[in-house]
């Protein structure tokens, strides 16, 4: 069964808006971490932010914010004033414990100038 | 982090063939992971290297079609064997590393090899 869902396969933004990007997950187990990754056009992969599932306050990373909502079983990701460079492919992932980390089919960011 | 150096970026290759990817870590590591990327997919987990034991492979990998080794802690090679064009992917080696701002383990990748393969 698919544990990470995003159900966004594209996404348009403008310059220096902010942008939202869904993803939910699926898990019984009350111990996981919640990632977000963004994956540049040459292919690199690239940690952008966690969030435990324990962590009480929404993690925030510069312009990178992780809208955690454990009851809906939500992690989604908000982008603010977002930038050229920001185009991308995002994957949403999560590991449960200490096992594997397991990916989303990601959703595809495009910022317009 | 851990910086991975990966090899060869890109290649294309006969079917039938067999080509073996190289992944090198700048520091010691305990696990490596090698994840495939079909085209227009997500990552999915082929398999862990631990040094000094066999690779532990997930549902739908086999060793015989992508055997691995692991000589030591700073290095892993995975060979994708006997080749055919559904092979053609991203294969990306990673590690696991502590981030020091979340705190988290958290897995950083090398720059991946694009195969196809004709």
Partial sequence: AQKITQTQPGMFVQEK?????????????????????????????????????????????????????????????????????????????????????RFGAGTRLTVKP | SAVISQKPSRDICQRGTSLTIQCQVDSQVTMMFWYRQQPGQSLTLIATANQGSEATYESGFVIDKFPISRPNLTFSTLTVSNMSPEDSSIYLCSVEWGDYRSGANVLTFGAGSRLTVL
Avoid: H, P
């Fill in chain 1, 17 to 101: 808006e902010a942008v939202t990007l869904d993803c939910t997950y699926d898990t019984s187990d009350q111990s996981y971490g919640l990632f977000w990754y963004k994956q540049s056009s040459s292919g690199e992969m690239i940690f952008l932010i966690y969030q435990g599932s324990y962590d009480e306050q929404n993690a925030t990373e510069g312009r990178y914010s992780l809208n955690f909502q454990k009851a809906r079983k939500s992690a989604n990701l908000v982008i603010s004033a977002s930038q050229l460079g920001d185009s991308a492919m995002y994957f949403c992932a999560m590991r449960e414990g200490f096992g594997d980390m």
